[in-house]
């Protein structure tokens, strides 16, 4: 089919005229791949465009992933003269099915929005950011980091990156970071999001291995959804659920009465932060009952014995009143999974941001190892991850583990990967990073001096962001690398480097559903910004450590090495030939070992772990693992009478909206400015009625923000969304002892109705 016949088939497009290839083959020598490295340095300006990849030149639609959130729907570009102009979600691409939510049709908008970082921008003596030539920046960028080193040790440097850039680009980062540099601790904004799910997983199966495959979706017959907005934050996930032909019954465990709970079959709506209870509760019932699978317990599990002791403290009569969820409820609910076939349990951001999240997501786990829903078709412990790539930064980022799931403390794990690599095998550090908090504290406390942010904005997203900025406003030397020079974080950087986006360069996401998938170059990054990829192999050479990467060249290049990093790992990918063989697959998900081969169609390319009932551990046991319960961080007083949790408002607000912000379509989708959700109870003892101005005050900051009167929170809590920029001002910094995870669901505030001028 030719072009202007395909593109005929969406009434959108209009009418596109014809697309010779002279021009086609114009417009890719525009754009050049060049070796960007030590040639840039010394001819900046001749850069920047990257390789529009030929596979695009028969056809000019072509199929890449989504770049916002952990779904990875599949979306079909439309080009012309080699440039994205219009995009339609991918039919075949056996993630969506020919679905989109509004972010991904509206994903090529925030690319042309007129705030782009252009320039690299170094802030001058008078302390104004001005726009400076690459070689200057990245000149400042090895002086003053150098300096640091020199003055107060290598790891008074560190970064901060992204689950929103390619693995490649996060490999190399981790690998010039710590290999090259000899920076000791990187995190990431996974911290906030994902650390739980991954501490979890690791513990109670031995690897960071969510099992499930999206068909699970469609095949179980009861989903429980425990603090996951689903119809919001994932919707085509929601929309798989759609698909379920098994009439299932959809059980929402969240304290909101959200869009999802709506949706749902049964909600059960328990007090914020009391989950734990709850599913040791459900435990309890399961167990008095025997309705579990002693059979599986026996053969693929440990700790039943413990978990047993454990739970036989919390029978319905103390579960009722620690969670307010009654007994005739718990009951049912336990009844529920007992009658299920094929049941599947899912969480989200409810469950990891939480201080006891990994003890939760493990209680969780524990619910589908008793009744042996685990490995089979609509079973599963499924987290739901957050951003695109979110797994890939997991595995590969080089941060919370040694590049794929090693670890930096086993010297066996080092040599490895210094052999796999070939690099000196004391270049690896022999130490875990600091986490993302610590990171922060480590500056506080003056230990840290050099900053490098890539891919997140933390002074919005941060906890407890009066104290961030404090912090950040500490640094010797704050590099900030982004697509945007308005972000909260870039305002205050004495360095930012101008970043491509998602669609303006190449490489790979890895999925919720473990699916990798390939993100391509549709677009010209604006004036000199480069694609991260670039940055990193840049300030590698201007560092002077560019010859331990010379095998890093392309995005294509390091997904090689990703394969060698991975064999005989779990998340084995070595039998992913190349970036062609991904995109004629629709994705392929991991584990896929060298000799593995693929079902013909797309849409049957369906794998979900631990088949055969063997887990990653030594022994192939599961663990069931517990512990009592903790108590809340900052529980509410009478000063401080509610509990303020925060999260995601909308289809189509992003986090800190420095991308979605950009779309006129998508801020007509979002409310206009911050509201605070309020129980009529609440508001009735307040005077509040929906639309007053209130102010929402915690022992940190208070925020003014409309009232919206609404049955969807119960009396004593409130809810924000994520998306104002100084919603943080409030939350409390209490973390998870494990993962480290911030706790941004629960902090105690007070609410006031504000006077009438
Ligand atoms: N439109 C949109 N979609 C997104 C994102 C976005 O910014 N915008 N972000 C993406 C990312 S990175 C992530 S991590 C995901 C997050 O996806 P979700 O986790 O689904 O979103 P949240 O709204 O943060 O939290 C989910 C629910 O947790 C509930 N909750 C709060 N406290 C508790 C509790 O104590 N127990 C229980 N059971 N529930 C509780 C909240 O009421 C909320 O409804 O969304 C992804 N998708
Ligand atoms: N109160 C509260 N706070 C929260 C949460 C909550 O539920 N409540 N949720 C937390 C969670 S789960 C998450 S994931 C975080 C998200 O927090 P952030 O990571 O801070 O949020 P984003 O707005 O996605 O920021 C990504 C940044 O990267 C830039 N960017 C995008 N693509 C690229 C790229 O390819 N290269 C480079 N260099 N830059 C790029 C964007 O412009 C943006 O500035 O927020 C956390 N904060
Ligand atoms: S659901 Fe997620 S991956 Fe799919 S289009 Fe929306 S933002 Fe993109
Ligand atoms: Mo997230």
């Not at 916002?68 to 056996?94: K, M, V, W």
């Not at 040791?280 to 002693?294: E, M, Q, S």
């Not at 309020?678 to 009625?689: E, H, L, N």
């Given at each position: 089919?030719?072009?202007g016949?395909k593109?005929?088939?969406?009434?959108k497009l209009?009418?596109?005229?014809?697309?010779g290839?002279?021009e086609?083959?114009?417009a890719?020598?525009?754009?050049?791949?060049?070796p960007?490295?030590r040639?840039?340095?010394?001819k900046?300006?001749?850069?920047?465009?990257?390789?529009v990849?030929?596979?695009?030149?028969?056809?000019?639609?072509?199929?890449?992933v989504?770049?916002?959130?952990?779904?990875g729907?599949g979306l079909?570009?439309?080009?012309?003269?080699?440039?994205?102009?219009n995009?339609t979600?991918?039919?075949?691409?056996?993630?969506?099915?020919?679905?989109?939510?509004p972010?991904?049709?509206?994903?090529?908008?925030?690319l042309?929005a007129?705030d782009?970082a252009?320039?690299?921008?170094l802030r001058?003596?008078?302390?104004?950011?001005?726009?400076?030539a690459?070689p200057?920046?990245?000149?400042?960028?090895?002086?003053?980091f150098?300096?640091?080193?020199?003055?107060h040790?290598?790891?008074?440097?560190?970064w901060?990156?992204?689950g929103q850039?390619?693995?490649e680009?996060?490999?190399?980062?981790?690998a010039?970071g710590?290999?090259?540099m000899g920076i000791?601790?990187g995190?990431?904004?996974?911290?906030?999001?994902?650390?739980?799910a991954?501490?979890?997983?690791?513990?109670?199966?031995?690897?960071?291995?969510p099992?499930?495959?999206y068909?699970?979706?469609?095949e179980?017959?009861?989903?429980?959804?425990?603090g996951?907005?689903?119809?919001?934050a994932?919707?085509?996930?929601?929309?798989?659920?759609?698909?379920?032909?098994?009439n299932?019954?959809?059980?929402?465990?969240?304290p909101?009465?959200?869009?999802t709970?709506?949706?749902?079959t049964?909600?059960?709506?328990?007090?914020?932060?009391?989950?734990?209870?709850?599913?040791?509760g459900?435990?309890?019932?399961?167990?008095?009952?025997?309705w579990?699978?002693?059979?599986?317990?026996d053969?693929?599990?440990?700790?039943?014995?413990a978990?047993?002791a454990?739970?036989?403290?919390?029978?319905p009569e103390?579960?009722?009143?620690?969670?307010?969820v009654?007994?005739?409820a718990?009951?049912?609910?336990?009844?529920?999974?007992h009658?299920?076939q094929?049941?599947?349990f899912?969480?989200?951001?409810?469950?990891?941001?939480?201080?006891?999240?990994?003890?939760?997501?493990?209680a969780?786990?524990n619910?589908?190892?008793l009744?042996g829903?685990i490995g089979?078709?609509g079973?599963?412990?499924?987290?739901?991850t957050?951003?695109c790539?979110?797994?890939g930064?997991?595995?590969?980022s080089?941060?919370?583990?040694l590049?794929g799931g090693?670890?930096?403390?086993?010297?066996a794990?080092?040599?490895?990967?210094?052999d796999?690599?070939?690099?000196p095998?004391?270049?690896?550090?022999?130490?875990?990073?600091?986490a993302?908090?610590?990171?922060?504290e480590g500056?506080?406390?003056?230990r840290?001096?050099?900053?490098?942010?890539?891919?997140?904005?933390?002074?919005?997203?941060?906890?407890?962001?009066?104290?961030?900025?404090?912090?950040?406003?500490?640094?010797?030397f704050?590099?900030?690398?982004?697509?945007?020079?308005?972000t909260?974080?870039?305002?205050?950087a004495?360095?930012?480097?101008?970043?491509?986006?998602?669609?303006?360069?190449?490489?790979t996401f890895?999925n919720?559903e473990?699916?990798?998938g390939?993100?391509?170059?549709v677009?010209?990054?604006?004036g000199?910004?480069?694609?991260d990829?670039?940055?990193f192999r840049l300030?590698?050479?201007?560092?002077?450590?560019g010859?331990?990467?010379?095998e890093w060249?392309?995005?294509?290049?390091v997904?090689q090495?990703l394969k060698?990093?991975?064999?005989?790992?779990?998340?084995d990918?070595?039998g992913i030939?190349?970036y062609?063989m991904l995109?004629?697959?629709?994705?392929?998900?991991?584990?896929?070992?060298?000799g593995?081969?693929?079902p013909t169609e797309?849409?049957?390319?369906?794998?979900?772990?631990?088949?055969d009932g063997?887990?990653?551990?030594?022994?192939?046991?599961?663990r069931?693992?517990?512990?009592?319960?903790?108590?809340?961080?900052?529980?509410?007083?009478?000063?401080f009478?509610?509990t303020?949790?925060?999260?995601?408002?909308?289809?189509?607000?992003?986090?800190?909206?420095?991308?979605?912000?950009?779309?006129a379509?998508?801020?007509?989708?979002?409310?206009?400015?911050?509201?605070?959700?309020?129980?009529?109870?609440d508001?009735?003892?307040?005077?509040?009625?929906t639309?007053?101005?209130v102010?929402?005050?915690?022992?940190?900051?208070?925020l003014?923000?409309r009232?919206?009167v609404?049955?969807?929170v119960?009396?004593?809590?409130?809810?924000i969304?994520?998306h104002?920029?100084?919603?943080?001002?409030?939350?409390f910094?209490?973390?998870?002892?494990?993962?480290?995870?911030?706790a941004y669901k629960?902090?105690?505030?007070?609410?006031?109705r504000?006077?009438a001028?």
């Amino acid at each position: 089919m030719n072009l202007g016949a395909k593109l005929g088939k969406f009434g959108k497009l209009g009418k596109l005229g014809k697309v010779g290839l002279k021009e086609t083959a114009a417009a890719l020598l525009r754009a050049h791949d060049g070796p960007l490295t030590r040639d840039l340095l010394q001819k900046p300006g001749a850069f920047g465009l990257g390789r529009v990849p030929e596979r695009l030149l028969p056809d000019q639609t072509t199929t890449m992933v989504c770049g916002f959130c952990s779904t990875g729907c599949g979306l079909e570009i439309h080009l012309r003269q080699g440039e994205a102009i219009n995009l339609t979600p991918a039919r075949d691409y056996p993630v969506n099915l020919g679905m989109a939510c509004p972010k991904g049709w509206e994903a090529l908008t925030p690319l042309s929005a007129p705030d782009r970082a252009t320039n690299p921008l170094l802030r001058d003596a008078r302390g104004k950011l001005q726009p400076v030539a690459w070689p200057v920046a990245l000149g400042a960028f090895t002086t003053r980091f150098k300096e640091i080193q020199a003055k107060h040790g290598p790891a008074a440097v560190a970064w901060l990156g992204s689950g929103q850039i390619v693995t490649e680009e996060l490999a190399l980062l981790g690998a010039v970071g710590k290999f090259g540099m000899g920076i000791v601790h990187g995190d990431g904004n996974t911290r906030q999001c994902m650390a739980t799910a991954a501490v979890a997983y690791k513990q109670s199966f031995g690897f960071d291995a969510p099992p499930f495959t999206y068909q699970d979706f469609e095949e179980s017959d009861v989903i429980v959804l425990v603090g996951s907005n689903l119809c919001i934050a994932h919707p085509i996930m929601w929309e798989r659920i759609c698909r379920n032909r098994h009439n299932p019954a959809i059980v929402v465990v969240d304290p909101r009465k959200t869009e999802t709970a709506t949706a749902a079959t049964r909600h059960f709506a328990p007090r914020p932060k009391s989950d734990l209870t709850l599913f040791y509760g459900l435990a309890y019932l399961l167990i008095r009952n025997n309705w579990i699978d002693r059979g599986f317990i026996d053969a693929h599990t440990a700790g039943f014995d413990a978990l047993a002791a454990h739970v036989s403290a919390y029978p319905p009569e103390r579960v009722a009143v620690e969670t307010g969820v009654d007994e005739t409820a718990l009951q049912a609910f336990a009844e529920t999974i007992h009658r299920g076939q094929r049941v599947s349990f899912w969480w989200t951001m409810g469950v990891n941001q939480s201080h006891e999240g990994v003890r939760v997501a493990q209680a969780i786990i524990n619910l589908a190892l008793l009744t042996g829903n685990i490995g089979r078709p609509g079973t599963g412990a499924n987290s739901i991850t957050g951003q695109c790539n979110a797994m890939g930064s997991r595995l590969f980022s080089n941060t919370t583990n040694l590049l794929g799931g090693r670890e930096f403390t086993a010297a066996a794990d080092r040599r490895e990967v210094a052999d796999i690599l070939n690099i000196p095998e004391d270049r690896i550090p022999r130490q875990d990073s600091l986490a993302y908090d610590q990171i922060i504290e480590g500056v506080a406390a003056g230990r840290i001096r050099g900053l490098w942010i890539i891919g997140t904005n933390p002074a919005h997203s941060w906890i407890n962001q009066g104290h961030l900025l404090e912090v950040l406003g500490r640094l010797d030397f704050l590099v900030v690398q982004d697509m945007y020079t308005s972000t909260e974080t870039a305002e205050r950087a004495d360095l930012v480097l101008p970043a491509a986006g998602w669609g303006e360069k190449e490489g790979t996401f890895i999925n919720s559903e473990r699916r990798v998938g390939l993100a391509k170059k549709v677009a010209r990054a604006p004036g000199q910004a480069l694609a991260d990829f670039h940055i990193f192999r840049l300030v590698a050479d201007a560092w002077g450590c560019g010859d331990l990467f010379a095998e890093w060249k392309t995005p294509e290049a390091v997904f090689q090495i990703l394969k060698r990093l991975s064999k005989g790992r779990a998340c084995d990918i070595s039998g992913i030939a190349d970036y062609a063989m991904l995109d004629q697959a629709g994705g392929v998900q991991w584990p896929f070992a060298e000799g593995a081969s693929l079902p013909t169609e797309q849409r049957f390319s369906q794998r979900r772990l631990f088949e055969d009932g063997r887990f990653f551990t030594a022994d192939g046991r599961a663990r069931l693992l517990f512990e009592a319960n903790q108590a809340l961080p900052e529980p509410t007083s009478p000063e401080f009478p509610l509990t303020l949790m925060t999260g995601r408002g909308n289809s189509s607000q992003w986090h800190t909206g420095t991308r979605t912000d950009k779309s006129a379509v998508l801020r007509r989708l979002a409310p206009r400015g911050d509201y605070v959700e309020i129980s009529p109870a609440d508001a009735q003892a307040r005077g509040i009625a929906t639309n007053d101005m209130v102010s929402v005050a915690s022992r940190r900051a208070a925020l003014l923000v409309r009232a919206f009167v609404t049955h969807a929170v119960q009396p004593g809590a409130l809810f924000i969304p994520m998306h104002g920029p100084k919603v943080n001002k409030l939350t409390f910094a209490a973390f998870d002892p494990y993962s480290r995870q911030p706790a941004y669901k629960a902090c105690a505030v007070a609410l006031t109705r504000l006077q009438a001028p």
